[in-house]
């Protein structure tokens, strides 16, 4: 049983592997090309007061408040939402490539064929998308933290790697809303444009309600709100956060695992 | 004496999806050990009830079922026994023949890889390509070694040599011979007649989402037209001829008397026992003619 079930993870994981390898450089040139900047930046009031010149809501809409300070810079050019974004898009498109696509195209006719319960294949892939982004999280932790080194950027590396925890969680959360939607109807469009489409109508919630007293409340609906809504850059994260973005993650999966044993599975 | 049970049970099976009727209530049972035809043009079914068998498709109403166990219900322990070929066959690409055996493999419980290497041998399958740089013909051919590779009590083959060429085609039979000399029982979709004819013992004909006719080869056969020229030593008794059952088109031309028959050759056979026939000349009536006939029938 256990060879059974940790092949139908190991396939999907050979499947992902090259996009695996590509997001993690892709991400880690990001952040090492960032933070090569950084030193032109490092206490420089003088960004700071520009960036004062802008109105306040597009500052606090795009996190350029304290672009002097690491933290401020951190937020404003990599974390306030370039690479939780970039996480979101990973885990959906891997996620939708490896069951919606697969199955639609027939490729997962001869795997559910086998005398596997069809609830492991799903669960397998999932797995797959997991350990996929739990290695791309790695190697932008690493290429974070020896860049803050080799930068000079003096910041707690706990709460470097609670950012970049978080972010990953908010990716894995959307990956699980795209496990949900593969699982309920093989329609690769169908699973992509929800998974990004939460994902960018979070972000919007999360940047842009705080603007207008009225809505500012309900920015809190958005799982952005629940990861960063506590500035995890600059203060000790509430393990809550963590929760309330795993918990949910568990739940959307669980949902994709029961709408896959009531349907049927698509033909190529 | 008590009937053994069937291999394969499929009781009042109906498959909609959405407002088309892809099976609209189909009765068949398989007995261990037989080949059995499945034929039938695109769309008649086939596929779709083949898929509700290995548990793929959930009915939409009546049981489908092998071994006893319920294919929804029980799908895990029902394919234990059973290995598949679909008939819209997609590879993972990034695997080579050798890996995906070996994955495939891994989900069963393992292999004999001796007999992989046999069966790649007689099917002229190179393992060690990528299955993206295979040809949709070589493609098969690895569907097909994995299908034979398990031993499985019931194969279900769903187009199982499309693709396929002529050599592959007799070698394929003759795989399935020894499958089911070994007591294996094949259920076998195809739309191509003369492989059916060669291989099947039973066959059932589906049209749009229905069984139409049901039998051995030999009944399929029977119920096909058959050309018959008879040469007589006297003139023809082209009364008694023209009033026999199934009789069409009958003609009378000197000492010669042609026709073709839509039914049973039995009532001919008696008449002329009783008059001094020369030569007779019977079309052995393939069983596309009957399948054409089927089809060509009324709705």
């Not at chain 1, 898009?89 to 005398?115: K, M, N």
């Not at chain 2, 909609?16 to 008649?44: C, M, T, W």
């Not at chain 2, 007799?170 to 094949?186: D, I, K, N, Q, S």
Request: with cysteine; charged share 20%; proline share 5%.
């Amino acid at each position: 049983m256990n060879g059974r079930v940790l092949e139908l993870v190991a396939v999907p994981l050979r499947a992902v592997r090259r996009a695996t390898l590509w997001w993690a450089a892709g991400l880690a040139s990001l952040v090492a090309l960032t933070m090569s900047v950084w030193p032109a930046f490092k206490g420089s009031s003088g960004i700071s007061q520009a960036m004062d010149q802008l109105p306040a809501g597009v500052v606090q809409a795009f996190g350029l408040q304290d672009f002097g300070t690491p933290a401020g810079f951190l937020r404003g050019n990599l974390y306030d939402f370039f690479v939780p974004l970039l996480l979101a898009i990973a885990a959906v498109t891997l996620a939708s490539g490896q069951l919606a696509s697969e199955e639609s195209e027939g490729r997962l006719e001869l795997y559910f064929a086998q005398p596997v319960d069809r609830r492991l294949v799903l669960l397998g892939r999932a797995a797959a998308v997991l350990v996929a982004l739990t290695v791309i999280t790695v190697v932008l932790l690493i290429a974070q933290l020896v860049s803050d080194a080799a930068q000079d950027l003096r910041i707690d590396t706990a709460y470097v790697a609670s950012t970049i925890i978080l972010s990953a969680l908010l990716g894995a959360l959307h990956g699980s809303l795209a496990v949900a939607i593969a699982g309920l109807r093989a329609r690769p469009s169908l699973v992509l444009s929800v998974g990004l489409g939460v994902a960018f109508a979070g972000l919007i919630v999360f940047s842009l309600f705080p603007l207008s007293g009225a809505i500012a409340p309900w920015r809190h609906i958005s799982p952005w709100d629940w990861a960063f809504g506590g500035n995890p850059l600059e203060r000790a994260t509430e393990l809550w956060r963590y929760a309330a973005l795993a918990l949910p993650s568990v739940i959307l999966t669980a949902i994709g695992v029961v709408s896959l044993t009531r349907r049927d599975i698509a033909a190529a | 004496m008590i009937a053994a049970e069937p291999l394969v049970r499929i009781d009042g099976l109906v498959k909609h999806y959405g407002k088309v009727e892809a099976v609209r209530g189909i009765d068949l049972e398989i007995q261990r050990g037989e080949v059995f035809g499945f034929l039938g043009p695109n769309g008649s079914g086939k596929s779709t009830t083949i898929r509700c068998l290995l548990g793929l498709l959930r009915p939409t109403a009546g049981h489908i079922g092998a071994f006893g166990l319920d294919a929804t219900r029980d799908g895990v322990a029902l394919r234990r026994r059973v290995a598949y070929v679909p008939g819209e066959l997609r590879l993972p690409d990034r695997l080579s023949g050798m890996e995906f055996v070996a994955s495939i493999g891994r989900l069963r419980g393992g292999f004999d890889p001796s007999r992989r290497d046999q069966l790649a041998e007689r099917l002229r399958l190179d393992l060690h390509r990528h299955l993206r740089d295979l040809s949709s013909g070589n493609r098969r051919k690895v569907a097909l070694l994995l299908a034979f590779l398990f031993e499985a009590e019931l194969l279900v083959l769903d187009e199982p040599t499309s693709g396929l060429d002529p050599l592959m085609q007799h070698e394929f039979l003759g795989l399935v011979r020894e499958a089911r000399a070994a007591g294996a029982t094949v259920f076998l979709s195809s739309h191509v007649l003369s492989e059916v004819q060669r291989a099947a013992d039973r066959v059932a004909v589906l049209r749009a989402g229905k069984v139409v006719a049901q039998g051995t080869v030999a009944e399929l056969r029977g119920r096909a037209r058959q050309r018959v020229e008879i040469w007589f030593e006297d003139d023809p008794p082209g009364l008694e001829l023209k009033a026999l059952p199934d009789v069409v088109d009958p003609v009378v031309d000197d000492h010669r008397f042609t026709a073709t028959l839509s039914g049973s050759i039995q009532p001919l056979l008696g008449l002329l026992a009783r008059h001094q026939v020369i030569s007779m000349l019977v079309e052995e009536p393939d069983l596309e003619e009957a399948f054409l006939d089927l089809y060509g029938g009324a709705a």
